[in-house]
């Protein structure tokens, strides 16, 4: 009975919060808005590869994407996806001259599962967490199959883990992939400490320009600044694959609070603030 009355807690904590803050997008009518604004802009182009939204500006000028942007990895950090909309909105406005590829939504299942009323979702719908999906000898773990870090049965065995590595196979220059949970701007190695990718001085002296625009984040590489190590990222995957550089940015979080749509998610009265401070920092990630 416990269980049951924690169930319908959470449920209730969760739409109350959803009702109370209606400025983030159901996954349906912000991918919908993205497609309509590839209609319109000329520059943009969109493309679905299964349930997955792929979105570029200036596909005509490279076979190659300069640029990699994935959101909305983890199901329940939904503000990434936010962030996603926003740059893609201001892309009109900035006019890079070079091609950026961007996926707003990676875990389209899991964030509708969210907007179901599943709000601590992360992983996807098969139960791995894309983000430990990319396991190399080097940096090998195994993961509980029940634990929020599963890895899957193989390395690149999930469709969106299986994109994102495509893409980065085909020339990316520098790749960024954005969760919430805390603020941070990384460098890889996720997992390793005392070894150095191989364009380390460049990704660092980057991560401490783009600071400037968040004071308030741990910078520096993943493994040696944050409290734990990540096995299997794509960050440490793109880097060991000749991606020159490779990212990731946190860009909220709330340890306060024991709501994960709180932990994960900025409230109506701090959504502007953050969509407007990351944005700007990726803009700056388009144009240095």
């Known amino acids: 009975m416990r269980i049951k009355i ?9 739409y109350s919060s959803a009702l109370a803050d209606k400025s983030y997008h159901s996954t349906d009518t912000l991918l919908t808005r993205i497609k309509l604004k590839c209609a319109s802009v000329p ?5 679905m590869k299964d349930d ?18 994935v959101f909305n990895e983890h199901a329940r950090e939904r503000i990434t996806g936010e962030v996603a909309l926003k740059v ?32 601590c979702q992360r992983k996807n719908s098969r139960g791995v967490d894309t983000n430990r999906n990319y396991q190399m000898r080097a940096n090998t773990h ?14 690149l065995s999930e469709k969106e883990s299986k994109l994102v590595s495509s893409l980065l196979l085909e020339g990316v220059q520098r790749y960024v992939n954005v969760h919430s949970g805390e603020k941070s701007i990384y460098m890889p190695y996720d997992s390793r400490v005392g070894v150095r990718p191989k364009h380390y001085t460049v990704m660092a002296d980057n991560i401490k320009k783009w600071a400037e625009k968040c004071k308030e984040c741990a910078v520096g590489a993943a493994a040696s600044t944050s409290f734990y190590r990540a096995y299997g990222t794509s960050v440490d995957w793109a880097v060991d694959h000749g991606v020159p550089e490779a990212y990731t940015f946190e860009v909220f979080g709330n340890e306060a609070s024991w709501d994960c749509n709180r932990m994960f998610n900025p409230n109506k009265r701090d959504l502007h603030s953050i ?5 700007g920092i990726i803009k700056d990630v388009i144009f240095s």
């Open 6 to 14: 924690t169930q319908v807690l959470t449920f209730i904590l969760f």
């Open 43 to 47: 520059q943009l182009s969109c493309h």
């Open 52 to 69: 997955i939204l792929v979105v570029d500006w200036n596909k005509h000028v490279s076979d190659k994407s300069n640029v990699l942007l």
């Open 88 to 119: 893609i909105h201001k892309l009109r406005k900035w006019k890079p001259n070079k091609r950026v590829t961007i996926i707003p939504v990676l875990n389209v299942w899991g964030r509708k599962h969210v907007e179901a009323g599943h709000p």
């Open 142 to 155: 195994s993961y509980a199959k029940n634990s929020e870090e599963w890895e899957g049965k193989k390395p």
């Open 275 to 279: 969509l407007k401070q990351w944005s």
